[in-house]
C-alpha cells in the first residue's frame, strides 16, 4: 500500500534503511570501507582480507603518546580541519555510527570550536538518537553560546523529543541577539504551533518571510499553521504560493492538498495529490477531508495516511 507522509511543518526527515537485497547492501558496506581506509591511512586500499581488521584507536578521548607516534598521516590528530574533513567524508558515505565516533574525537581534542559537536549532534539526528544530538549541541553552545548551527540543532533535537516549550526557549534566547535570524524564527514558530499556540507562531513566520519573502519553508510552515487555526482561505493562498517555488517539495504538496481539501476544493486537493500519489491513496485523502469537514475538526491528518 502507499502511503503519504503526514502533512506538517517543513523539517528534515530522517533517513530509511535501504530495501536492497543483503548481498548488494554488503557490497556497498564493502565500497564504503575501503574509501574510508584510503581516507585514513592515506595509503593503497588494503587487502579485502584485511577489512575486517581494519580498526582506530580508541576514539573516546585525546590519543596518548604511543597512539599518536602510530597514527598514519592524514588520521584524525593532525589539525581540527583534518579531523573534521574525514569525519565529514565518513558521514557522507553513510557509515553515521562511525562519523559519529570521529566526531567525539574531534571534539575531544578541540573542546573550545563548536563544528565537531554540531557535527557529532547532527549525525546522531540523522541515526534517530535526538536525546544524545541536544547533549551535542549543547555542548557547542557551551564553546560559542552565539553559534546559529548549534541553536538550529538543539532546537531541532528537542522538537523531536516532543519538548516544544523547551525548544521554544532555545530560540527565543537566540532571537533576543540575533533578531533577523529567518531559520531561528521558523524553528520558534514551529515550537509554538506544536505548543498550541497558533497566533504566536504565525506571528514568528511572518517575521521570518518580512526577512525572506520567497522562502519556501518559512511559507510552508506559514500555510500549516494557517490549516491548524482553521484559516483555510489564507492558507491556500500560502501554500499556493509555496508550491510554485522551484524549492517546493512533497511536504508543500501535501499541505496545499490539505487545505484544499478541508475547504471543500476537492477537485484541486485531488489535482494536487496526484503529482505524487496514486488513485487509492487520492481517495483514501479526500475521504478523510470530507469526514474532518463534516466533523469541524482542524486536527492532524491521523496516522493511517501517513
Known amino acids: ?179 533577523q535570524s529567518a531559520k531561528a524564527l521558523s524553528g520558534a514558530g514551529v515550537a509554538a504551533d506544536m505548543a498550541g499556540d497558533h497566533a504566536q507562531a504565525q506571528g514568528l513566520f511572518r517575521e521570518g518571510l518580512a526577512l525572506t519573502p520567497d522562502d519556501a519553508r518559512l511559507l510552508n510552515n506559514l500555510g500549516y499553521s494557517l490549516v491548524l487555526s482553521a484559516d483555510y482561505a489564507e492558507a491556500v493562498a500560502v501554500l499556493e504560493r509555496a508550491a510554485a517555488l522551484p524549492a517546493a517539495d512533497q511536504t508543500t504538496r501535501q499541505n496545499l492538498a490539505l487545505a484544499y481539501g478541508l475547504a471543500g476544493r476537492e477537485a484541486e486537493a485531488a489535482r494536487t495529490l496526484r503529482i505524487d500519489w496514486d488513485e487509492a491513496t487520492v481517495a483514501r485523502n479526500l475521504a478523510w477531508y470530507r469526514q474532518q469537514r463534516q466533523l469541524g475538526s482542524t486536527t492532524e491528518a491521523p496516522a493511517a495516511l501517513q
Not at 112 to 123: F, H, I
Open 1 to 179: 500500500m502507499v502511503k503519504t507522509p503526514r502533512p506538517g511543518h517543513e523539517n528534515p526527515m530522517l533517513p530509511t534503511r535501504s530495501q536492497a537485497p543483503l548481498q548488494a547492501r554488503f557490497a556497498t558496506t564493502r565500497r564504503r570501507r575501503l574509501a574510508l581506509a584510503g581516507l585514513l591511512a592515506a595509503a593503497p586500499l588494503l587487502a579485502a582480507c584485511e577489512l575486517d581488521k581494519l580498526s582506530l584507536p580508541d576514539l573516546s578521548g585525546p590519543a596518548t603518546g604511543a597512539e599518536a607516534a602510530a597514527t598514519p598521516s592524514g588520521m584524525p590528530g593532525e589539525s581540527l580541519e583534518k579531523m573534521m574533513q574525514v569525519a565529514e567524508r565518513t558521514r557522507a558515505l553513510g557509515d553515521l555510527e562511525m562519523a559519529a565516533t570521529l566526531y567525539r574525537r574531534a571534539a575531544a581534542r578541540h573542546p573550545e570550536r563548536p563544528e565537531p559537536a554540531v557535527g557529532l549532534g547532527e549525525t546522531l539526528s540523522d541515526l534517530g538518537r535526538p536525546a544524545e544530538a541536544a547533549q551535542a549541541f549543547r555542548a557547542a553552545l557551551g564553546s560559542d553560546p552565539a553559534h546559529e548551527p548549534a541553536v538550529l540543532g538543539l532546537g531541532k533535537a528537542l522538537l523531536r523529543q516532543e519538548q516544544p516549550l523547551a525548544a521554544l526557549q532555545v530560540y527565543q534566547a537566540y532571537l533576543a541577539v540575533r533578531p
